[in-house]
């Protein structure tokens, strides 16, 4: 079958009006990916070699979206809504180029597991002209069910059309199918629309083929696989049922997941083994981390590499391009956007690190801030290795702290300072014996003369 060509048409026209949101409903994201992008990774990993998406309302925005997780895809846009084989054909132009196979998907069903896609496939491999995904839900009511005789099916039955023995089937469709390439067209052009709703079902397709004398099969995905997403409710269902197989995933590979249940993983987290993770991180796009690395509980990381025995929060936050090598320290309520924390360094208390590189063994004082934006543009700060930067200092960038450079505490530094120079940028103390208490009275009489006034 690895020969076969495969061409998967994923149906992403409908509107979703159940979601109640100007945002395409496949376009709704699970993991941080929009639940589409799922469907067509599930397509390729069943080795789908062609893309077909079939768009609707939204087109321009489907397009857009479509280009970063699917920029091999064609796109078809199904004007009018009528039916699910009227969808499937829109994509004609793509199932005519001649594929062994040709997938039938929807773009709301993300939770669809490769290994049925790729089980469909090896049924028309063996022979079969249609191959239908089923599965078994806990309670049938309101699927069609899969009718089969003698291993083969021969119809698929809507709930009210169904006889009463025919309700106590199990076996239900699951939407998605397989077809042979070379009777997709001849059997999707016969399907008719004399039924109450005037639309064109894919599900003829079973007794078109069938009266054809082709083989007809039905193949078992589990109950996830299924699931069509239709609300925010059902949606939300998707995402806890994602994280749950990603934590397990996780932590059969090595990673220590104090209390599972609170991490949120995105599609694309690579974690290493021996990694620790406590309780209520949320891991965005984009997070590469090493082996031995600890990450502190309510961390928030995205587009973040963090390298081995590296030690993160708690309450830290790790925007886009925080570069964190061995063992770099960065604490609690600790923000580092666009810079490099290298090797041994630590930013361990309440500071603000972006477009920076902190040197190797470097210290950074609680409560220091790059201060990196004018407004209009950024600017870089470099901290040199072993350089030692006061608490509760303001690094003005563009600006330069040499190798082994000392930054007195409380410090506003606007010029570069050289290796192992001592820095202050702060007014000289001067202390009035006596002042404090005569101010404290100025202000008390100050402060009874405005309540005596107000009365």
């Given amino acids: 079958m690895s020969q076969r060509s495969c061409l998967s048409v994923i149906l992403a026209a409908g509107e979703g009006t159940r979601m109640k949101s100007a945002l395409p409903k496949v376009l709704h ?96 491999a063996e022979g079969a002209a249609v191959a239908v995904i089923g599965f078994r839900p806990p309670d049938p009511t309101g699927y069609g069910r899969l009718i089969e005789k003698g291993g083969r099916l021969v119809a698929i039955r809507e709930e009210k059309d169904c006889s009463e023995e025919e309700k106590t089937i199990g076996f239900c469709n699951a939407g ?30 079973v007794e078109i083929a069938g009266e054809k004398g082709l083989e007809v099969v039905a193949t078992e995905a589990g109950l996830e696989s299924a699931l069509g997403i239709n609300n925010r409710a059902e949606l939300a269902e998707a995402e806890a049922i994602w994280q749950a197989r990603r934590r397990r995933e996780a932590m059969l590979a090595g990673v220590t997941l104090i209390a599972p249940e609170t991490v949120y993983f995105s599609h ?51 925007r886009p391009g925080a570069d964190l090598r061995q063992k770099a320290k960065v604490g609690n ?72 450079g000392y930054i007195a505490s409380g410090s506003v530094i606007t010029e570069s300072v050289p290796d192992d120079a001592l820095a202050f940028g702060r007014a000289r103390q001067k202390t009035l014996p006596g002042k404090g208490k005569e101010l404290r009275e100025r202000f008390a009489s100050a402060a009874a003369a405005r309540k005596k006034a107000a009365e």
């Avoid at 052009?189 to 599900?203: H, I, P, S």
């Avoid at 407004?375 to 082994?404: H, Q």
């Fill in 29 to 124: 994201a699970i993991a941080g990916l929009p639940m589409v992008a799922h469907v067509v990774k599930a397509a390729e990993a069943a080795g789908a070699t062609g893309l077909a998406l079939v768009i609707g309302h939204g087109a321009e925005e489907m397009r857009k979206a479509a280009q970063k997780f699917a920029p091999k895809a064609e796109t078809f846009v199904q004007e009018k809504r009528l039916g699910t084989a009227h969808a499937v054909l829109a994509a004609r132009e793509a199932i005519s180029k001649g594929y062994d196979d040709i997938l039938v998907m929807f773009g709301d069903t993300p939770l669809i597991d490769a290994e049925a896609l790729a089980t469909a496939r090896q049924k028309l």
């Fill in 176 to 205: 998605m199918m397989a077809v042979a390439g070379k009777y997709a067209l001849e059997l999707l052009d016969q399907v008719g629309n004399r039924n109450a709703k005037g639309e064109f079902y894919l599900t003829d397709i």
């Fill in 268 to 318: 694309d987290t690579e974690i290493g083994a021996d990694t620790i993770v406590e309780p209520n991180v949320w891991f965005g796009p984009g997070v590469k981390i090493a082996s031995g690395a600890k990450i502190h509980a309510f961390s928030h990381i995205e587009g973040a590499t963090i390298a081995s025995n590296c030690d993160v929060g708690p309450f830290a936050r790790l």
């Fill in 333 to 404: 309520f600790c923000e580092v956007k666009q810079a490099t924390i290298e090797e041994g360094a630590k930013v361990n208390h309440l500071t603000y690190i972006g477009d920076a590189r902190v040197g190797a063994a470097a210290n950074i004082g609680a409560g220091t801030i790059t201060c990196n934006y004018d407004g209009y543009s950024k600017f870089f700060t470099d901290i040199g290795e072993g350089a030692f930067v006061g608490s509760n200092s303001s690094l003005v960038a563009p600006v330069t702290i040499g190798k082994g």
